[in-house]
């Protein structure tokens, strides 16, 4: 052998069959790289037409497949020819002589030279391990076919992509996965490895400890990543990857190193857990916890050119694995809060619709009731159009109050908007229950029409701050009498005439003409005493305020004339039977603010702009209720921080807080819980058992919302 290094100067060498002795090639530019891989002295020696050099310098996938073979089948044929592959190069780096057998097992061999030792600081291996005997096929995958290790992939680099929808409950195998030996966990899977690579200590940095307390997962890079595979895990010898394949967020290394007895093998980038990868479970299951629909996800990794499972995959992982989970979380919060009220015989709750799209087009309607001392969601129920005939709000109402009794809970006041509907439902269906207004909706109603009046009269629009300003006042402190709650509002009537104190009856000439006026426009004549037509007052005979306001401008503007047309459109207005009835429903002070924070997160998990199904609207609502529930503890514990910001309706800037941190741990624990369960091979109910069990669904989910058979496809 030519090689400066190499003793090899005969093929009587006892034991090496397959030593031969191959002369330089012809070509000018393969020759020039071969004499510059022998290490000599140019200037004292030149190459000849009989310079050879060993097969010692070679790996196996240089030689041709064919020679192989017929050496392998009759290794004792010291005659028989091995060619080189067209464009082989010596490895001229590669230590020779001491073995005796060319086909010693591959482990035995030291690494070659360009592999330094690490630092002598070890990590013991800490790795999750499952039993499983397949792995999943996730629809989309990338694979990239005999891609050689030192040419390094591109992001741009053309792959193969696949979206097939998978049957049953489990994935099915690929024929290249069934050749594949899947092992127990992440890591490098080998046939022809010892189990003493996994026994192993990691060669790592002080700071791993650090990183690893406060990260589980990284993004890499792929030629990044690939750049690892240079050498064979197993043995140090020159590796080759041969694919790549992406099972939805993991993917799979499948390599083959240019030993003599080459190892292959395989490494994956997640735990396998019954057949399923780690990764794919976890990052799904984030998605739906975090607020992230899968058109987002799809956007964010095709941005980033990153795998990822598809639509079919990432709704049936949920649906079988979190979703479950889910359900006994929220089940578990909700029995919880409602058995620590179920000795409390006055709790007072609120509750509210909340449409999933704007306007008649809205196809479900969720009704949630909150603990107005707490915060916390007690329950909630979702109507789809096409079950429920009439006003989805109403029926929801209906069913959420329904499942709060069967819970056995004892509600004292109920508080919601001003809908007339729900008021008959709680006045006929509930009588043991209070109903109220809330006075935030009441308010905005209030503003409004007064505003619509000031845009005829426009000294009206100098009194609406001051008139819902008074309602506030009046609600508060009237402690629950509906009839001082009315008299104190309507001595805004006599105030803006600056009038402070008053006999029982003020405007009973003024009353007597307005009830005339109004039996002209009925078909059926009202005929009653002025002291019984609104305003009256018994208890209330002069103004709440100390200090006397004669002949002072309210806010700029000057005390109103009795009889004037804007003091008649506001008397004709704030008499009104409707209104004034509406008014007493308010006497409590109770408002649905929580409700509205309620509604704000629940856009996070379930936007307008975007359509679900059944089951994924009901899990949106438990998640939100979840973190809604997990954040009302210790009020000492949360970091407020206040700041000013812009109201529009006010124009003007106020004062608002704003939590700091909020408590998210309950998404790793459903997380955790759900990886668990599938560990152990638990036993799991269909989603559609599960919420018919906790009464969230109650009637057969129709096909679709108009009811009608779709059309075929042929015309």
Known sequence: CSNRSCRDKTSAHPGRDFLRYIFLPKDPTTRENWVKRMKRDLTTWKPSQSTKICTDHFFESDFRDEDLMRYRDNPQNLRRQIRLKPGSIPNTERETGRFKDPFQPTEQRPPPKERLPLPAVSLPAVSTTYETDTAPILPSSNCYDDTMIDDSLTPGSDHESSDEEQSGSDYAMSSEEEEDNYGAGSGFDSDDADNGLYEEEYVVHESVNTFMSSASWVFVSIPLLLSLFRFC???????????????????????????????????????????????????????????????????????????????????????????????????????ATINSLKDDTEVDVAGDGHYDSPGWCAKYCTYSIMHMKSGAILDFFICQKSMYKGDLETAACKEVLTNLAAYGLKIRNFVSDENTKIAKLVRTCFTNI?????????????????????????????????????????????????????????????????????????????????????????????????????PYFESENKCGHKSKAKSRKLKG??????????????????????????????????????????????????????????????????????????????????????????????????????????????????????????????EKKSISELLGNERYIKRPIPVNVSGLKIPSARF
């Open 233 to 335: 895990p197993q043995c140090g010898a020159h590796n080759k990857v041969t694919k790549i394949m992406a099972h939805g967020f993991a993917i799979a290394i499948h390599y083959k190193c240019y030993a003599i007895c080459p190892h292959v093998g395989v490494w994956r980038s997640s735990d396998i857990v019954q057949g399923k990868y780690v990764i794919n479970l976890l990052f799904c299951g984030a998605a739906i916890l975090c607020g992230l629909s899968y058109n987002v996800l799809e956007s964010v990794m095709t941005c980033l050119s990153v795998p990822y499972a598809c639509a079919t995959s990432f709704y049936k992982l949920n649906r079988i694995n979190l979703y479950p989970i889910i359900v006994g979380k929220w089940a578990s919060i909700r029995d």
């Open 434 to 534: 209070v109903h109220n207004y809330d006075i935030w909706h009441k308010a905005r109603l209030l503003k409004k029409k007064l505003s619509k009046m000031a845009l005829k009269l426009p000294k009206i629009s100098d009194l609406i701050t001051p008139l819902v300003n008074h309602f506030w006042y009046s609600s508060k402190v009237c402690n629950g009498n509906p009839r001082i709650l009315v008299e104190r509002f309507h001595s805004a009537l006599l105030h803006l005439c600056n009038r402070h104190s008053w006999t029982k009856d003020p405007f009973k000439p003024l009353k007597l003409d307005l009830q005339a006026e109004r039996n002209k426009q009925r078909i059926k004549q009202i005929n009653q005493p002025s002291d019984k037509l609104y």
């Open 557 to 682: 503007v000057k005390w109103l004339e009795h009889g004037s047309t804007e003091f008649m459109a506001l008397f004709k207005y704030l008499t009104e039977s409707r209104l004034v009835n509406s008014i007493k429903m308010c006497c409590n002070f109770l408002h649905t603010g929580g409700l509205e924070v309620y509604h704000n997160v629940r856009l996070k998990f379930l936007p307008k702009r975007s359509s679900y199904s059944l089951t994924r609207m009901i899990m949106g609502a438990m998640v939100t209720a979840i973190e809604i529930n997990s954040n009302i503890g210790n009020d000492s514990e949360k970091k407020i921080k206040e700041f000013w910001a812009y109201s529009k309706s006010q124009k003007k800037y106020v004062r608002k807080s704003r939590e700091l941190r909020k408590d998210y741990s309950y998404r790793k624990e459903i997380l955790k819980d759900m990886l668990l369960s599938i560990a152990e091979k638990r």
